[in-house]
């Protein structure tokens, strides 16, 4: 992908994607809340005279996005606009659109979109372009084995001391998941939360291992490490699916940020005293 940019003002990114379902089935997977929330972060819609118009985004530690429905023709066309990353930046558009193709699978196109006269924002598209393969990996994933099932989003984030690579030596050994490829089998060591399934994916750039679970039930986990300027953080996002879904992420959430907090311990601040 690279940035396109027209004479307007608009600047944009896009892609491809073929995804597995129906034009249906992937619309209620990226058009509503209950679907956006099981692969996403949790979304809720607000309505007006029974249409959709505007989309609540929560990326959790109280970073809440609204964003204004634009485009909405089930189940071919969706375009929603919200507040860009940056304060001060112009709003991003993303646009969703869905068209069959033979042997149960749809294409999906995806553009985000920005209006600016300078090359000041472009790292808002920059960063989306980085972003989402990870996120349709999820999404793949999801609808492959758990489409339309109830979901509960549960997130370990910690900072971390040292860098990326460090960081992730550290966790991924901690875990038994060091040296461990794709398509194996793997179960969390003793000393560690429940935790096993088939390893999905692994990458070293960026850094992050995505395990599809059945302990301790049915669900995905996201894990890696992220570089916010000087800050690094390590951290899980876990999907539990299935009608219990929301009683494992309560019950395993504290667990995952014990053994986080014990692995990478919080720095002690100059002049502390216990």
Known sequence: MSIRKEASGRRSIEFEVELPGTPEQIWQAIATGPGISAWFVPATFEEKDGQPVAVNLDFGGGMTFRHDVKAWNPPH????????????????????????????????????????????????????????????????????HFRGQRSAIAKVLSPVPGTAAEAWTTLTTSLGLAGVREGQRWTAPAGVPALGGVVEHVSDHPFGTLVRLDTPRPGLAALGTIEFGDMVMAGFTFYYYGEDADATAARETPAWDQWMQARFPMPTMPGASG
Do not use: H, M, N
Request: aromatic letters at 10%.
């Open 77 to 144: 066309t969706f375009v929603r606009e919200g507040p860009g990353w940056v304060p001060g930046s112009p709003p991003i558009a993303a646009e969703f659109r869905i068209e069959a193709r033979a042997g149960g699978t749809c294409v999906v196109r995806v553009v985000q979109s920005l209006f600016a006269s300078t090359d000041d924002w472009d790292g808002q598209l920059t960063g989306a372009e980085e972003g989402w393969p990870g996120i349709i990996r999820i999404l793949k994933l999801y609808l492959a």
